[in-house]
Structures are given as C-alpha cells and as structure tokens.
C-alpha cells in the first residue's frame, strides 16, 4: 500500500540542522525561518508519476515570498531534512524545479550543489532529467534515491522509463 510516510523524527533532524525545523500542521510539512526571516516549508507529497513505486515529491516553498540571499544554512537544514526522510522512509523522493518565473535552471544548479555537497558519502544517487515541453520550456525533474535501497534498480529503471516517455513528441 503507497501513502504510509513515515514523520521525520524532528529531535533528530534539529541535531544536524542549523535552523530549527518543526512539524507544520499539514501532514508531511515540516518549516523554519532563517536568520533573514525568510519561512521556508518543506512537504512530501506522494507522488503516483511512478506508477510501480512509491515516491514523493519533494517540495521547497518560500512561505513570505521574501527573496532569500545566499544561505548556506538553508541547504544545511534541508540536506539533514532529506537526510532523515531517507532514515525513516525507504522510498524515493522525486523534484520538480518550478517553471513559472524562468529560473527553473538556477534552481536546478543549486540543488544539484547542495546534494553534491550533501552526498560526501555518495550514499544517493541524484538522476537529474530535463524535458523540453511543447512550448520549448526547460522542465527539470530529478530522482533521488539511496543507494542502499532495496528496489534500487526497479526505481531508476521506471524513472528513465517515465522521463523518456515525456520526452516523446506527438505527432
């Protein structure tokens, strides 16, 4: 059965962050407000793109809309976020870069920093994807997996099957 996320454990991910994290109401939502009081809420939707596995969407959202200077605090606390999903959940999270304002590719730049700098250990493997749309739009969507996940295989075989089919034109 899809849908079971197992709750981050907050006391753990607060011993790794710089930013104290906290369980928002929604289920699956967890926020914090950086020392520029920008409130950031991260949230794990399951996700039925993957249609064999389950996954997640991995969602970060600016909360006040506030522009946020370099912060390296931020990935810090979203890193030992991810870092405790994969602890407790033995699933994949999947991301989406958000299209609307055309900085799809610097956000996607940025993330895939942060995980290399998240992924000393190379415990993950990030499987970045980008799909063109009908209106030439760049849409950039990752994988990102533990390497010591059971069904390893059968998730990055599904995502590169998912990814090629939106990468076919109809005619």
Known sequence: MF?????????KVN??????????????????????????AISFDLDDILEQSEAYMFNINNVNRRKSPRDLKVRDTIIAIIDNFFDVNTVALLYICETGDRKQAMRNRLFESWFAYANEKDQY?????????????????????????????DYVSEFNKTVNMFRIKPE
């Open 3 to 11: 849908g079971n996320m197992k709750p981050l454990n907050i006391d």
């Open 15 to 40: 011993m790794f962050s710089p930013y104290e994290v906290t369980m928002a109401i929604n289920p699956n939502t967890y926020r914090f407000m950086t020392e520029y009081g920008i409130d950031i």
């Open 125 to 153: 493997l990030i499987m970045v994807a980008n799909i063109h749309d009908m209106e030439n739009v760049d849409n950039y969507a990752a994988l990102i997996i533990r390497k010591d996940n059971p069904h390893f295989v």
